[in-house]
Structures are given as C-alpha cells and as structure tokens.
C-alpha cells in the first residue's frame, strides 16, 4: 500500500523561496493517474518553540488560469493603491545592494 500512497503524490518539480521569516514551497505533484497539481505551502518558525508552523493550499489545473488572473489582478490593486517595496533578504556586497532595484515586479 506504500508505493500506491506514494504514486498518488509523486513529487515532480520543487522550488523554494525563502523571505524573511517565511518559506514559501512551491511543489509539482502527480496523481496517480499522471495528472499534475501544485501545492503552495508557507511555513514558519514560531518564535516562542521553535516549531514550524506550515499552511498548505492545493491547486489543481483546472484552476490555474483563474487563480493567476485573481492573483494578478490583487497584486496589481495593492500596487495601484499602495507603495510596495519588495525586501531583498540575501546576502549581497555593498556594492550590488546599491545597484539593486527594490521596486515590486510580478508576472504570470
């Protein structure tokens, strides 16, 4: 029953971003029917134990094309109607952290 589990979640592409004191995970998965579906997970260390608090959405892609066009058009709102500047939390020489654009940037 173990690999059966496993092939319904099978792990295609993963990437990490890390900002701040929050880690966002954005993971490709596969059915078992070799259908694709991503998870946003957030996660966060609580400061008081040291646990990881984790919050996860699923995204099926039959969604994908709304979800971007509410993400896109939320985004676009607090940019319209509020300064953003997007924090910058790698590390970089004095020289390249004076040259970096801190404007906010967001494509789909």
């Known amino acids: 029953m173990g690999d059966y589990e496993n092939k319904e979640r099978e792990e295609v592409f993963s990437k990490k971003v890390r900002a701040g004191k929050r880690t966002y995970f954005f993971d490709v998965k596969s059915t078992r029917s070799n259908d694709y579906y991503i ?21 099926y892609k039959e969604d994908f094309e709304k979800f971007a066009e509410g993400l896109a058009e939320t985004v676009e709102y607090i ?24 404007g906010f940037s967001f494509e789909i």
Request: hydrophobic letters at 30%; aromatic letters at 8%.
């Open 39 to 59: 998870t946003v997970t957030e996660s966060k260390k609580r400061l008081e134990d040291g646990v990881f608090v984790k919050h996860k959405i699923f995204l």
């Open 79 to 102: 940019k319209a109607n509020q300064e953003v500047v997007e924090k910058r939390y790698e590390y970089a020489t004095e020289e390249a952290a004076q040259k970096s654009d801190d």
